[in-house]
């Protein structure tokens, strides 16, 4: 748990081991611990290691030297973007639901961060701990914002850039960072520039608000990429492909069937195994399917801690309550015990073969 998250500090724990409760069974944290276990494992062996099938093939091409197509390298970058996400908030939820079992209360580490509509907003809620270390022992001895405007920008550059190089000691690690040092420079330039032209930076219509979070979201998408590829190369030829570079094709069994369309459904089996396939990406009907699932749940479902934020599951929870989920609320009762159960069941039947979490890489 200490080496990939939550972070905890000795003053968060300390008077939690002083207690005489926590060494008494609880049954209360127990069902708590268990449930926010369970849906963590799930994230994990269901949703991650499943979509990680339609990432993995795609960067060991790039890195091969293939020339990845527009459609394979942002069904890869995507791909990847959402394994990251539920195998890392995965492990999350398995930490804090191991220690709550205990009843060992670990700080928030994940709160719903492609829900951001800002680079500075998703750094509050993606590796919230890590985000905090940063903060407190970088940022602010660095100087913090207490040096003005330009030297804030160079604490953040720098901050940012040994924040890539805590994950791995390589210049794409490196590179990362820095992509996420401008991000949030820029951030931080626009929002005193919105201020300086006597606007209040908080308000937004909802518009502009979805405009941020799609372009928010796209920018840590474009980053990941240099994150998980392996070198320069690698990472250089998925951009190719994501900003057209090898340019937009169709795919090549298109041709015959866009002037005669009702050909199409000639022929089932070419449709599953031609129509629908990409030697690159895998099963394009299964993966795209997946994407949308797994889209719809980080944009619109409550996060696991959102669900069961009416037993303190977190430290400092409190900071969030006001945010998305408002209605739907986990409650213990035999309804909730048999989907616990089924989730229980589908991750055991996932769970065939030993996959590591991916933060154990770094």
Not at 116 to 132: G, P
Request: aromatic share 20%; hydrophobic share 50%.
């Amino acid at each position: 748990q200490l080496i990939a998250g939550p972070i905890v500090h000795h003053k968060e724990m300390l008077p939690q081991f002083a207690k005489d409760l926590i060494y008494k069974f609880n049954p209360s944290n127990l069902a708590i611990g268990l449930t926010i276990f369970i849906l963590g494992l799930f994230k994990k062996v269901v949703l991650a290691d499943n979509i990680a099938l339609h990432a993995t093939p795609v960067f060991e091409a790039a890195e091969n030297g293939v020339a990845v197509t527009f459609f394979e390298a942002w069904g890869g970058a995507l791909a990847y973007t959402f394994q990251l996400y539920f195998d890392f908030s995965g492990y999350s939820d398995m930490a804090i639901g191991l220690a709550r079992m205990f009843g060992i209360v670990l700080p928030l580490n994940f709160y719903s961060p492609y829900k951001a509509n800002n680079i500075i907003e998703f750094w509050k809620r993606w590796h919230i701990t890590l985000s905090r270390f940063l903060k407190d022992y970088l940022y602010i001895p660095l100087g913090g914002n207490r040096k003005g405007s330009a030297r804030r920008y160079v604490n953040l550059m720098v901050t940012m850039i040994l924040g890539g190089l805590w994950h791995g000691a390589g210049w794409t690690f490196l590179a990362w960072g820095a992509m996420h040092g401008l991000y949030l420079c820029v951030n931080h330039f626009w929002r005193w520039l919105w201020k300086y032209g006597g606007k209040d930076a908080s308000y937004a219509s909802y518009t502009t608000e979805l405009v941020s979070r799609i372009f928010t979201f796209l920018s840590v998408v474009v980053a990941w990429v240099m994150f998980r590829a392996e070198s320069f190369d690698a990472a250089i030829s998925m951009y190719k492909g994501m900003f057209a570079f090898n340019g937009i094709a169709l795919p090549t069994w298109s041709e015959r069937y866009l002037v005669n369309i009702s050909g199409i459904f000639s022929s089932p089996e070419f449709i599953y195994k031609g129509m629908f396939y990409n030697a690159v990406f895998g099963d394009v009907f299964i993966a795209v399917s997946m994407l949308s699932a797994m889209f719809a749940i980080v944009w619109f479902a409550p996060n696991t801690l959102e669900l069961v934020k009416l037993f303190n599951p977190a430290l400092e929870f409190e900071k969030y309550k006001q945010l998305e989920n408002k209605y739907l609320v986990w409650r213990f009762n035999t309804w909730t015990a048999l989907l616990l159960a089924l989730l229980t069941a589908i991750s055991l039947y996932f769970m065939s073969a030993p996959t590591e979490f991916l933060y154990f890489q770094f």
